[in-house]
């Protein structure tokens, strides 16, 4: 879209030269969105009469521009695109809608009869018809729609949501599956969709006694999503008119859904990176404490192989002392060096004896 920048003094030169109403005409903003704006860069605005009295040439007070402001001094207008009345500074739901409703090839107008039923809706046909009015009754072979009604409602419902259906399939999506709810799949995401019939508590009618359900004839659609439940009902204007509205509330939705979707997405890898960078860390202390273990394990082997060197060399210098050293004695001295040999780290010395398990 093609903006405009203005200064504070050429905004005010341009809502005390130009009604806000034409301007909005003029600029993709609202009249509310232009005072507010005024308002942000203290413009002053014209008072109500004003226009009136300068066209019939009626003295009228222009409100003096004021050079000191401590803001940003730049102002950006978006020029309405012709044919265009989106907002800029609307709600994205707003936004949307209009986008929706300006389309002249949305099927927006719930017919009085179904011509050219979608598919859909032959196969929600079929299904009441094999129900035969048992509540219970399932099939999950073939998509139907959601409509819990009075079988004098169903018509009417049939054609709202076979309306419903075929804007789904304008504007690019479908009605799926997941699990065993009907949604709108939306570019991977599913958006659970259902209509039902309002109903309210009355007296029950004899020979009952307590409170009954009984259902009112008020249609209510609602989607149901991840965080944010929406519902419309019958009121003042019927559901068959919010069609734009109720299909950009959906679009929205599944267009945050796939974004917490992408989030969590994100945060598991993260996460799990985490958990690997922890477990990598984990384990190469495991290997170290391990491997310094098995330091300290040679170290006392070693110094009890000392130990045990000195001892047979104690033994031998006494026997060599007192004129002892036998050839038996001797034979102990040699057996006693094996047994240092195979328990000396820097040796290994093989023994048939102990090192059969």
């Known amino acids: 879209m093609e903006t405009i920048e203005l200064t504070r003094k050429q905004l005010y030169d341009l809502v005390w030269s130009t009604p806000i109403i034409k301007l909005a005409l003029q600029y993709a903003i609202s009249i509310d969105g232009l005072k507010k704006l005024c308002k942000q860069f203290d413009i002053p605005i014209p008072v109500g009469g004003y226009w009136m009295k300068l066209k019939h040439n009626k003295p009228v007070k222009k409100t003096k521009f004021n050079d000191i402001f401590g803001g940003v001094g730049k102002i950006v207008l978006t020029i309405r695109e012709e044919g265009s009345t989106v907002n800029?500074?609307?709600?994205?739901?707003?936004?949307?809608?209009?986008?929706?409703?300006?389309?002249?090839?949305?099927?927006?107008?719930?017919?009085?009869?179904?011509?050219?039923?979608?598919?859909?809706?032959?196969?929600?046909?079929?299904?009441?018809?094999?129900?035969?009015?048992?509540?219970?009754?399932?099939?999950?072979?073939?998509?139907?729609?959601?409509?819990?009604?009075?079988?004098?409602?169903?018509?009417?419902?049939?054609r709202f949501m076979d309306t419903f259906t075929k804007l789904i399939r304008h504007r690019g999506h479908t009605i799926s599956k997941e699990y065993h709810n009907t949604c709108v799949l939306i570019d991977g995401v599913f958006i659970e969709i259902d209509l039902r019939e309002a109903s309210k508590r009355v007296q029950a009618k004899p020979p009952y006694y307590g409170t009954t359900l009984e259902p009112t004839g008020e249609f209510i659609f609602k989607i149901e999503s991840y965080l944010d439940d929406k519902e419309w009902r019958d009121g003042k204007v019927k559901i068959e008119t919010l069609l734009a509205k109720i299909v950009a509330k959906i679009e929205i939705e599944a267009e945050k859904k796939k974004i917490r979707k992408e989030e969590s997405r994100l945060w598991h890898i993260k996460y799990e990176e985490e958990l690997k960078r922890k477990e990598e860390i984990k384990k190469r202390r495991d290997e170290e404490v391990e491997k310094f273990n098995r330091l300290v394990k040679l170290s006392e082997q070693y110094d009890k192989t000392r130990l045990i060197r000195q001892y047979i060399e104690a033994r031998k210098q006494n026997a060599i002392d007192t004129n002892t050293l036998t050839t038996e004695k001797q034979e102990w001295i040699n057996w006693a060096n094996d047994k240092a040999d195979w328990l000396d780290p820097l040796i290994n010395k093989p023994d048939e004896i102990l090192d059969t398990k």
Not at 92 to 107: C, F, G, H, Q, V
């Open 88 to 158: 800029l500074d609307q709600t994205p739901l707003t936004i949307r809608t209009k986008e929706i409703e300006n389309d002249p090839d949305a099927p927006l107008i719930v017919p009085d009869v179904i011509i050219k039923p979608d598919i859909l809706t032959i196969q929600t046909r079929d299904f009441w018809k094999a129900a035969k009015n048992n509540i219970f009754y399932t099939d999950d072979t073939k998509i139907h729609y959601p409509i819990r009604f009075e079988i004098s409602n169903r018509e009417r419902a049939l």
